[in-house]
């Protein structure tokens, strides 16, 4: 759950807005989706034993994702409580935090890190000014792997977000990572498009970065 001093983008989606957009999200074509685009992703590395998703709504990634990984250890950070409740009900092996990605400490993780961090259509509708803080967090929670999916523009700019101003924000999160953090490297990129006939995500771009 949001604190006191949460943003308006975080009090956006621990609101009735999330809500609806856990209720919107749902069922086994989205998770069909999400193997086949996390199987692409992931083809030529043959283990993940940890994750740590942040902003997982009601968990249709981690399910894929343990498809994929069946020993999998599994680890959530998401702001809304009903969707922690849907996740914590559907997948009781997860361990959920129910906070803002700003109040979570990647010390609260049993071995302080995982394989891989994911974060995916969730930046973009995070405040700017906490993006930098979101990296090192994303940062020091992997020791390994960090795979960003995201909209993508070359250079910062904002659209409306079903009707509402400053709840959606795109610019190149990959590559400002990469600046940030010099121990990162990219592995491969993507994109993945809403008008694929088999198995369509939100015309997403995804970068997977390795630490070296």
Known sequence: MADSKATPQEEFWSSEFGDQYSERNVGS?????????????????????????????????????????PSQSQFAIEINESAVKKLQNSMPNVKVFNTAISNFDSNQLPAGSCDLALIKGVLIHMNPDQLSMVYNKLHQSSHKYILICEYYNPTPDVVKYRGHSDRLFRRDFAGEMLDQFEDLTLVNYGFAYHRDPSFPQDDISWFLLKKL
């Open 29 to 69: 074509d989205v998770v069909a989706s999400n193997l086949a685009f996390f199987a692409n992703i992931f083809r030529q590395i043959s283990k993940i034993d940890s994750v740590i998703e942040y902003g997982s709504n009601i968990g249709l990634n981690l399910m894929a994702l343990k498809l994929l990984f």
